[in-house]
Every structure is written in structure tokens, then in C-alpha cells.
């Protein structure tokens, strides 16, 4: 079943164009700040790891749908969910709403690497987080 | 056929991140700067349209697959290519090369809105101007 | 007097750059999204002047002093003040802070625009709501 | 007398805001490509220093004026003079120009920082690169 995260975004002058709406790569900044605060709450320390050298997450792929525009001073609200855990990787839903308005969905895979850049088993604790997140703790 | 369009795109500091590349939404920031090039060569005027009311373009859906790396002072080409074009829309194909290595490609498709947000067909001579890019001219 | 407004920022990857710390021109998106939500909370409505073609606020002068870096993940401060009220500008000091450091200080005028882009008076209640936050409503 | 350096931006959508202008901490990102670019045709290699450990430049003071909208699709030049080098900062005065007309101008002091944030001597062969921009080299 797994836990959705939720995390309140407001827009500001710097995320839209002169379209007037929300800038279609800032969405992929809203969400990344979803994840980041997901990882925390879970108890992932993403500054330390980097920091010690263990390594960083890096998006292998990413598929977003816009589904309607937002604007300045609209509350949205990212809602995520862990939906696969690998060794290496993981693969996160996100929605971004206003209201009961689907605004844009994404499919987001990160997967973790070393400081050289390569492919590494992402460190033992946070995997049991992210299969805590995903729901999987009873099947295992 | 079609053709190819391409773009160069030097990273600077701005582009990356603290774990040492650019960072991944900064990629969509690339691409849409090779397609606002490659329409301004092929005589569509975006902020003419936009300001005479006409529409503007929208991103309606993005895939991007991250394959390497790209760091600062990098020399990137962005090599785009229109892949079908209906009437409200169109779908470009965009990879980002450092020399022969891929560093990311994506699909993407725009659809032309008028002011209000809604879908609308395209300027006919913008729909001639995609076709030629497309390379279908020599089907009709 | 005056009262001092505070805005809370999280640093997120998008924030950072190669060296670790925060992009410099960062600090300017952090401070205006405290300067639209000290506009917000005095009832300033940003969003409805802009789409009634009332006018929107744009900076003309800014100084910027860094004094430490920020990293991922720390939690900041944005504390800003009115400094001074004019028919068609404010002038905002802002100062960055994480627990008792300062990371950097700021001032900033902004001008009220028409949409030709031309100086314009701020509506009256905002000049009064500006002046309330200046501490100078006692005064008058 | 020293010499001027000239590198030339275009204005896309990302740069902009729903103002339909540049949005004002994005001039600081034009002006920081324009003073890498500076330093790279000097053969300052700012990237080979970061990865090597031996330091990185850092903005210690910035102020910019407002002078003049800048939107899509321009054309902008920024012309960067160097006015002053010491030992661990220099500073730079950047213009922004459309045609002839003043977009903005700044004036930038960037330090020398070591890998832990502390003030450096700039590398020898730098702080001469500095000077020949300058133009003190005929006067020493």
C-alpha cells in the first residue's frame, strides 16, 4: 500500500514566463524538493553522504504530463509515492495538485552513485526506508 | 528525412549542482533554447505571436532518458529534429551530445495555446515551417 | 519603528552549485519570495494588480553583500524590513541568516510599473500598507 | 586603459517572467557566463582549479542598477571591464546592453576561496591574466 508524501509548494515570480504560468523545467525543481523532503523525513541524509563521500542520487529518467497551467501565488501540493525500491535505484510517482486539480504528473528514476559516478548499492538504512515508504515492510 | 537542427550549449556554474554536474532539470532549460533557435530559423516569431495575442507554445508531455554526465565548461550540442506535427501540436526529438557521447535525450511535445490556455491550431505558415523541418514536404 | 517580517527557506539541490555552496544569484529568488509574502501578509495582492493591468513591482537597484556560504539542506532565515516609502518606490533591507549568522544582506528598491512599463503611484493602500510596515503609521 | 570584454546573450523563455521581462536575479547569470567566458579567453581554467583542490571564486559584493527592460528574444551584450585586482579578489564592472541602450550595469568583487572557504591568493599566472585585462601591464 505505502505512504504518500506531501509537500506545499507556493509559486512565485521566479518559477513562471512570460506566458504567465509556471515554467515547464520548474516543476521538475518543485519536485525534486518533494523528494528531498521525503528523504529527510525517512531519516536520509543526502548532505552527510555526500559530504563523506559515500555517494549521491542522480535522475536516470524522468516522464512528465502537464495537465494544466499554474500561476503566481497558487498553493500546489506535491504528492509522492515510492511505487519500486532496487538495490541501486528506486522509482518515485509524483503529483503535483492545486486543490483537487491534477496540475502534472511525473514518473521519476533515481538511482544512487558513487563520487565517481558509478552505479553503487545504496547504503543498507535507506533502502529499508524507502521500502517502508513503498509499503512493503509486512511482505518481506 | 527531415533534418537535423543543432544548438551549442556551454555550462557554466549556474547549470550545476553541488554534486559536481548539471543538474537534471537544468537539461530541459537546454532544450527549450535549441527549439525557441530552431523555430526562429525557420521563420516562426514566438514573441511577435505571443504579443499580438496569437498564442504561445506549451509543453504537454517530456520524456528524458540521462545517460552521462555533463560538467562545467562543457561543450554540448543540442540536435533536434521534428518527428510529426499535427495541428495543435508537434513532437520533437532532442538528444544532448558531448562530441560522440550522449549525455541525455528526450521526446517532447508542444502544443500551441491561445491566451486563454486552450489548444489551438497552429499558424498555417508555422505548420508549413514544421513540415519542411519534418521533412514531409516532399509527400504532400 | 518598523516591524521586521520573517520568511523561512530550505536549501535544496537546485540552489547549490559545483562548489557546494549556494549560486550567488540564488539569494535573490530566496529574497523575493520573502518580499511576496511580506506583500501578501500586509494583503498586497500581487497577482489581481498585475491581471486587472494595474501594474507590477520591478527592482532597480540592488546591493548585495555575501558574508558565508549556505549549504544544502540548511535551514535560513529571510528577515526584511521597510526602510523607506515613496509615491512609487520602497526601499527593503534584507539580511539572510542561518541561527545567529549572517549569510548575507541586501538592498533592494523596487518601483511600481505600469504595464507599458512606465513608474507609476502604488495603489493607496498599498502605499499605506508599506508605511504601516515602515513603523511609521503613528507619525502621520 | 585596459580592454573590454564582449559576450553576447540571448533572452528565452526561462529568463523571463510573468511580467513579460527578465527577471531580475537572471541578469546575474548572464553576467557570471560573461565573466567565465572572460576568464577562459585569458586562460584561467576555473574548472581544472576546482577539481584540482586549489580554490574557486566566490561573490563577495554585488550591485546592480535596473536601468532598462530586456525581453524575448533580444539580443544583449554584456561588456565586462576588470577595474581593480588584489591579491585574493578582483573586481569587475558589467554592462548590459541592447544596441546601444543600457539594460543594467554592475559592479562584481569576486575572492580566490580555498576548498575550505578561505580567502587564497589568486594563482600567480591569474592575478597576471588580471592585470593584462586591466591594463596595468605597461605601467609596472
Known sequence: MGSEHRFPVRVYFEDT???GVVYHANY????ERAR???LRA???????????????????NL???YRAPAKLDDDLLIVSRVMDTKAVSCVIQQRVMRGGLLVAEADVTA???SPEGKPRRQPQPWLEAFRRLQGEEETV
Open 28 to 31: 521538475l525543481r518543485f519536485m
Open 111 to 113: 538511482a544512487f552513485l
Open 42 to 60: 525517512a531519516g536520509i541524509d543526502q548532505r552527510g553522504a555526500f559530504e563523506s563521500g559515500e555517494g549521491v542520487y542522480a535522475i536516470t
Open 17 to 19: 514566463d512570460l506566458s
Open 36 to 38: 528531498s523532503d521525503m
Open 63 to 65: 516522464a512528465i504530463r
